[in-house]
């Protein structure tokens, strides 16, 4: 089975900043892509960044200057690094991948982690 395993999340003041770490684990064949995704109280989940094997990085429009989304292939590790965190970036943040695994080589999955709650405080 494959895993994936958030971590970085906490309570920042705003203007500071948080780097939230994903780490995927188990039968994988090959990622495809990694992406973060968050959902506010009362909000729908949303993507706030991805990034493909080779691929340039996208980002949501709100956090375009202030977040940096990264990928360690080799440690199957995405990294989102939040600067400038503003009240509204409050949310649980969830990981998410596309990928290819042992068990399924043929097709692509999506797998989702449980989420880890960033809070900002004015």
């Known amino acids: 089975q494959v895993q994936l395993v958030e971590s970085g999340g906490g309570l920042v003041q705003a203007g500071g900043s948080l780097r939230l770490s994903c780490a995927a684990s188990?039968?994988?064949?090959?990622?495809?892509?990694m992406g973060w995704y968050r959902q506010a109280p009362g909000k729908e989940r949303e993507l706030v960044a991805r990034?493909?094997?080779?691929?340039?990085?996208v980002y949501v429009d709100s956090v375009k200057g202030r977040f940096t989304i990264s990928r360690d292939s080799a440690k199957n590790t995405v990294y989102l690094q939040m600067n400038s965190l503003k009240p509204e970036d409050t949310a649980v943040y969830y990981c998410?991948?596309?990928?290819?695994?042992?068990?399924?080589?043929?097709?692509?999955?999506?797998?989702w982690g449980k989420g880890t709650l960033v809070t900002v405080s004015s």
């Open positions: 188990g039968s994988i064949l090959r990622i495809n892509t």
């Open positions: 990034i493909a094997s080779g691929g340039s990085p």
């Open positions: 998410n991948a596309d990928l290819r695994s042992f068990v399924q080589p043929l097709s692509s999955r999506t797998y």
